[in-house]
Protein backbone atom coordinates (compact mmCIF):
# COMPACT_ATOMS: atom_id res chain seq x y z
CA UNK A 1 0.00 0.00 0.00
CA UNK A 2 1.26 3.61 -0.84
CA UNK A 3 1.19 6.11 2.47
CA UNK A 4 0.93 9.28 1.27
CA UNK A 5 2.22 12.39 3.35
CA UNK A 6 0.30 13.93 6.09
CA UNK A 7 0.69 17.20 4.88
CA UNK A 8 -1.13 16.27 1.59
CA UNK A 9 -3.71 14.68 3.73
CA UNK A 10 -7.68 16.67 4.88
CA UNK A 11 -7.90 16.96 8.53
CA UNK A 12 -9.16 13.82 10.22
CA UNK A 13 -12.84 15.10 11.07
CA UNK A 14 -15.15 12.05 11.37
CA UNK A 15 -19.21 11.79 11.35
CA UNK A 16 -20.70 10.10 14.49
CA UNK A 17 -20.90 5.93 13.53
CA UNK A 18 -17.17 6.11 12.17
CA UNK A 19 -16.32 7.14 15.76
CA UNK A 20 -17.30 3.52 16.63
CA UNK A 21 -17.15 1.33 13.59
CA UNK A 22 -13.56 2.79 12.22
CA UNK A 23 -11.54 1.20 15.18
CA UNK A 24 -12.71 -2.56 13.65
CA UNK A 25 -11.26 -1.32 10.62
CA UNK A 26 -8.98 -4.17 8.43
CA UNK A 27 -7.96 -3.11 5.20
CA UNK A 28 -11.70 -4.03 3.27
CA UNK A 29 -13.57 -0.72 1.72
CA UNK A 30 -15.55 0.20 -1.40
CA UNK A 31 -12.47 0.31 -3.61
CA UNK A 32 -8.47 0.39 -3.78
CA UNK A 33 -8.93 4.33 -3.76
CA UNK A 34 -11.39 4.30 -0.85
CA UNK A 35 -8.82 1.77 0.96
CA UNK A 36 -5.90 3.96 0.31
CA UNK A 37 -7.69 7.23 1.64
CA UNK A 38 -9.14 5.77 4.69
CA UNK A 39 -5.76 3.57 5.91
CA UNK A 40 -4.13 6.88 5.86
CA UNK A 41 -6.72 8.98 7.79
CA UNK A 42 -6.66 6.35 10.43
CA UNK A 43 -2.93 7.20 10.25
CA UNK A 44 -3.28 10.53 11.18
CA UNK A 45 -5.87 10.49 13.56
CA UNK A 46 -3.94 7.97 15.82
CA UNK A 47 -1.43 10.26 15.99
CA UNK A 48 -3.13 12.77 17.84
CA UNK A 49 -6.34 14.53 18.18
CA UNK A 50 -9.25 14.27 15.77
CA UNK A 51 -12.70 16.49 15.49
CA UNK A 52 -16.34 15.31 15.21
CA UNK A 53 -18.59 16.57 12.29
CA UNK A 54 -22.05 15.99 11.44
CA UNK A 55 -22.74 14.63 7.67
CA UNK A 56 -20.00 13.70 5.36
CA UNK A 57 -16.97 13.72 6.76
CA UNK A 58 -13.16 12.76 5.67
CA UNK A 59 -14.02 9.35 4.92
CA UNK A 60 -17.39 9.92 3.10
CA UNK A 61 -15.15 12.10 0.32
CA UNK A 62 -13.37 9.69 -1.21
CA UNK A 63 -16.83 7.32 -0.97
CA UNK A 64 -17.85 6.22 -4.28
CA UNK A 65 -21.51 6.13 -2.28
CA UNK A 66 -21.69 9.55 -1.68
CA UNK A 67 -23.84 11.73 -3.63
CA UNK A 68 -23.71 15.73 -3.66
CA UNK A 69 -22.84 15.42 -0.15
CA UNK A 70 -25.39 12.56 1.25
CA UNK A 71 -24.63 9.01 1.57
CA UNK A 72 -26.52 7.42 -1.36
CA UNK A 73 -25.39 3.90 -0.12
CA UNK A 74 -29.20 2.86 -1.07
CA UNK A 75 -32.40 5.14 -0.69
CA UNK A 76 -32.83 7.15 1.93
CA UNK A 77 -29.67 6.73 3.51
CA UNK A 78 -28.56 9.92 4.92
CA UNK A 79 -31.54 9.62 6.74
CA UNK A 80 -30.77 6.64 8.27
CA UNK A 81 -26.89 7.14 8.80
CA UNK A 82 -27.25 10.46 10.57
CA UNK A 83 -29.80 8.63 12.92
CA UNK A 84 -27.02 6.58 13.49
CA UNK A 85 -24.62 9.05 14.29
CA UNK A 86 -26.81 11.33 16.58
CA UNK A 87 -27.17 7.68 18.36
CA UNK A 88 -23.21 7.36 18.22
CA UNK A 89 -22.65 10.54 19.94
CA UNK A 90 -25.20 10.13 22.08
CA UNK A 91 -23.46 6.84 23.78
CA UNK A 92 -19.52 8.24 23.10
CA UNK A 93 -21.61 11.76 24.64
CA UNK A 94 -19.64 13.67 22.26
CA UNK A 95 -20.76 16.50 19.62
CA UNK A 96 -20.57 18.03 16.74
CA UNK A 97 -17.37 20.63 16.84
CA UNK A 98 -15.30 18.54 19.73
CA UNK A 99 -12.18 17.93 19.52
CA UNK A 100 -10.68 14.66 21.22
CA UNK A 101 -7.80 11.99 21.07
CA UNK A 102 -8.18 8.84 18.94
CA UNK A 103 -7.17 7.32 22.43
CA UNK A 104 -9.77 8.71 23.82
CA UNK A 105 -12.59 7.64 21.93
CA UNK A 106 -10.92 3.99 21.49
CA UNK A 107 -11.39 4.06 25.58
CA UNK A 108 -15.24 5.35 25.25
CA UNK A 109 -16.25 2.70 22.26
CA UNK A 110 -15.08 0.17 24.70
CA UNK A 111 -17.74 1.34 27.27
CA UNK A 112 -20.31 1.83 25.24
CA UNK A 113 -19.82 -1.15 22.32
CA UNK A 114 -22.05 -3.55 24.25
CA UNK A 115 -25.09 -1.48 23.51
CA UNK A 116 -23.75 -0.24 19.87
CA UNK A 117 -23.64 -3.82 18.83
CA UNK A 118 -27.26 -4.67 20.42
CA UNK A 119 -28.05 -1.74 18.29
CA UNK A 120 -26.46 -1.75 14.65
CA UNK A 121 -23.83 -4.30 14.08
CA UNK A 122 -26.36 -7.14 13.80
CA UNK A 123 -27.95 -6.10 11.01
CA UNK A 124 -25.02 -4.41 9.18
CA UNK A 125 -23.59 -5.28 6.14
CA UNK A 126 -20.15 -4.88 7.47
CA UNK A 127 -20.38 -7.77 10.31
CA UNK A 128 -18.34 -10.33 8.25
CA UNK A 129 -15.43 -7.51 7.80
CA UNK A 130 -15.53 -6.43 11.57
CA UNK A 131 -15.62 -9.72 12.99
CA UNK A 132 -12.23 -10.19 11.69
CA UNK A 133 -11.20 -7.75 14.26
CA UNK A 134 -9.52 -9.42 17.45
CA UNK A 135 -10.63 -6.20 19.00
CA UNK A 136 -14.30 -6.55 17.67
CA UNK A 137 -14.62 -10.34 19.14
CA UNK A 138 -12.93 -9.35 22.12
CA UNK A 139 -15.60 -6.88 22.99
CA UNK A 140 -18.58 -8.57 21.72
CA UNK A 141 -17.69 -11.29 24.19
CA UNK A 142 -17.60 -9.96 27.09
S1 LIG B 1 -20.84 8.08 2.03
FE1 LIG B 1 -22.07 6.64 3.24
S2 LIG B 1 -21.26 4.60 2.78
FE2 LIG B 1 -19.74 6.13 2.15
S3 LIG B 1 -18.34 6.34 3.91
FE3 LIG B 1 -19.91 7.95 4.08
S4 LIG B 1 -21.49 7.05 5.39
FE4 LIG B 1 -20.23 5.35 4.64
S1 LIG C 1 -20.60 -4.38 12.35
FE1 LIG C 1 -21.21 -2.52 11.27
S2 LIG C 1 -22.17 -1.23 12.84
FE2 LIG C 1 -20.95 -2.79 13.89
S3 LIG C 1 -18.97 -1.84 14.24
FE3 LIG C 1 -18.85 -3.00 12.31
S4 LIG C 1 -19.33 -1.48 10.71
FE4 LIG C 1 -20.03 -0.64 12.66
Redesign the pocket.
Known sequence: MRYISDKTLPAPIFRG?HL??LH?YNGEGYNADYIEHLSNILIMAEKGAIEICEGADCICTKCPNLCENNCAYYENAETDIRRMDAAALELLKLTPGMSISWMEVRQKVERIFQD??RM??KD?N??S??EKSAG?RNLISE
Open positions: HICFWNYCCWIACF
